[in-house]
């Protein structure tokens, strides 16, 4: 099957990222392609990512459940036989894993040594992904182009992530796809609500997402109304 297409955002913006890999996801028919759709939005949205890789923790061993290329699963299986690298410590230190350049030095010496010298890879993130907020996984990116991760695209990355951990949450649970598919218009909306007090409050996606977490519980409503309630409010408000 081939892969569907992610519209260009026409602004770099959280709500744009999350859009558009919501847009992917409605296609996916299968636990295996929702991962893929993740990793491919992340090339497409993310300024200087070329390669990514989904991993999760399964027991004691970290499987790579998705990859965009032969680069990205390469990496994985380096970090795997290391014990090694950004993908691992994402996943176990809790934080964000980022070298913007490989080449200026490395927590991972082994491994940069490694892909610089058989892979085109000069740049690295990693992003945990939460279920229920447990560790569980990773979202990796690989850049070719040293000094390509700045600020800006590892604040993408973040949001993608956020999105990414609410999808495997969905999958964890064994949900089916029918059922992911008709929370996505709701998903959509809480991800624009998210990016927009995230530009406005200015917070994590983490701690956005807990601020509509926290106040649908006070208000007790569903959190996909209260989203769609701070959107609303948001359009109306003159200059907005």
Not at 112 to 117: G, T, V
Not at 203 to 219: C, G, K, P
């Amino acid at each position: 099957m081939d892969q569907p297409l992610i519209p260009e955002p026409t602004r770099a913006d959280p709500a744009t990222v999350f859009s558009a890999l919501a847009e992917i996801l409605y296609s996916a028919s299968d636990p295996s392609e929702v991962y893929t759709a993740i990793c491919v939005a992340a090339t497409v949205l993310i300024p200087g990512c070329d390669h990514a890789s989904v991993m999760l923790r399964q027991g004691k061993k970290y499987i790579t459940v998705a990859a965009t290329s032969e680069v990205a699963a390469r990496i994985d299986d380096l970090e795997r036989q290391l014990g090694q690298g950004p993908c691992v410590d994402a996943i176990d230190e809790q934080i964000p894993q980022i070298e913007a350049d490989l080449r200026a030095g490395s927590d991972w010496p082994q491994l940069a040594e490694a892909m610089l010298a058989d892979t085109p890879v000069r740049g690295v993130m990693a992003f945990r992904l939460l279920i229920d907020r447990t560790k569980v996984g990773a979202l990796n990116l690989f850049s070719t182009t040293a000094g390509a991760f700045t600020t800006a695209a590892a604040g993408q990355a973040s949001v993608l992530a956020a999105f990414a951990s609410v999808t495997a949450t969905a999958v964890s649970r064994e949900q089916d796809i029918a059922s992911l598919r008709t929370g996505l218009a709701n998903n959509r909306e809480i991800g624009t609500a998210v990016g927009l007090l995230m530009a406005l409050e200015n917070l994590s996606a983490e701690e956005a997402f807990d601020v509509l977490r926290r106040t649908s519980q006070q208000m007790n409503l569903k959190v996909a109304d209260l989203a769609r309630s701070l959107l609303d409010r948001h359009r109306s408000t003159p200059g907005s």
